[in-house]
């Protein structure tokens, strides 16, 4: 795992980017608060995203999906 000072990855953050994908190796950065890795992330699977919508109704279908609670 390679280590590189805050100012080094400053730098180059491109480079240091492809070759961690290149690679699939972390890379460590170290800053004056503490470590931060930079590593590859893999996701699991493709989601699609689900449309918003309205559901339009008719008046008696509105009339009648308001009383639904009122005939049980």
Excluded at 10 to 21: E, P
């Amino acid at each position: 795992m390679k280590a590189l000072t805050f100012e080094e990855a400053k730098a180059t953050l491109g480079t240091i980017a492809r070759d961690v994908l290149r690679s699939k190796a972390p890379v460590i950065v170290r800053t004056s608060n503490g470590f931060i890795q930079i590593a590859p992330y893999e996701r699991s699977e493709e989601r699609t995203i689900q449309r918003t919508g309205r559901l339009n109704l008719l008046p008696r279908e509105l009339e009648l999906h308001n009383t639904f609670g009122d005939s049980l």
